[in-house]
């Protein structure tokens, strides 16, 4: 089976399942070929849904969990996005795909041969409005701000205080806040320069934040 016939099978499942439940994230996940986005020797597993291993105790994110966050952002075209812990740049890629070369997408990666991958990796797959920036996404990357969408895909034990500061008002971010390796999936929205209004998405296992505002 092709890598193709392989993706196919995977979206259709999320979808079955409602992981996926609109148009333009189906078809942005059919779009993104996830195996040029993990390591060679866990390429054949590259669509199917579990983390994967990617290096340096990090891994990419199960493309349910993925479907499931772009979902709640809900990304649209010409959105200015920050992501913390871009990884390889799988999910950069998928939110590329949702908001368009009319939009920009900054993921931020704490390793640097892991940002150097990304990079690579966009580059391969011609994702052209994605910038890496690799920093302590904690902190966030003020040149870059205001941000319609920020997602976070790093437990932290708090919302980062510069991450709501770069977002815009009406803005969302979506954030795992817990322990080290267990969180819950908050979804919060900017309502004035100093309110927000959070969502509880429930129970997420996701590696933890490193840098100033994480462990």
């Given amino acids: 089976m092709s890598f193709e016939e392989e993706r196919e ?3 259709s499942r999320l979808r079955r399942r409602g992981y996926i439940s609109s148009d333009k994230v189906e078809k942005a996940m059919l779009s993104v070929p996830r195996h040029l986005f993990v390591p060679d020797y866990v390429r054949s597993r ?42 390889r740049g799988y999910h ?9 070369t009319e939009g920009k997408v900054i993921s931020m990666e704490l390793l ?9 990796s966009l580059k391969k797959a011609e994702y052209l409005n994605v910038e890496v920036i690799q920093g302590d996404g904690s902190i966030g990357y003020e040149p870059g701000s205001p941000y319609d969408r920020i997602s976070v895909a790093c437990g932290a034990p708090s919302i980062p205080p510069p991450l709501l500061r770069q977002l815009k008002i009406k803005g969302k971010i979506l954030i795992p806040i817990g322990g080290n390796f267990y969180q819950n999936l908050i979804l919060a929205e900017k309502t004035d320069k100093n309110k927000i209004k959070k969502k ?16």
């Avoid at 479907?67 to 990884?87: F, P, R, S, T, Y």
């Avoid at 950069?92 to 368009?100: F, M, W």
């Fill in 9 to 11: 099978k995977m979206v």
């Fill in 46 to 87: 590259a669509y199917v849904d579990s983390p994967q291993p990617i290096g340096h105790d990090q891994t990419i994110s199960a493309p349910h969990m993925v479907a499931m966050m772009v979902e709640e952002l809900d990304l649209k075209k010409g959105h200015k996005v920050l992501e913390i812990g871009g990884g």
């Fill in 112 to 120: 640097e041969s892991l940002a150097k991958k990304a990079k690579d």
């Fill in 200 to 215: 509880d998405l429930g129970g997420v296992l996701f590696v933890p934040l490193k840098g100033e505002y994480g462990y």
């Fill in 92 to 100: 950069a890629a998928v939110i590329s795909e949702l908001v368009g």
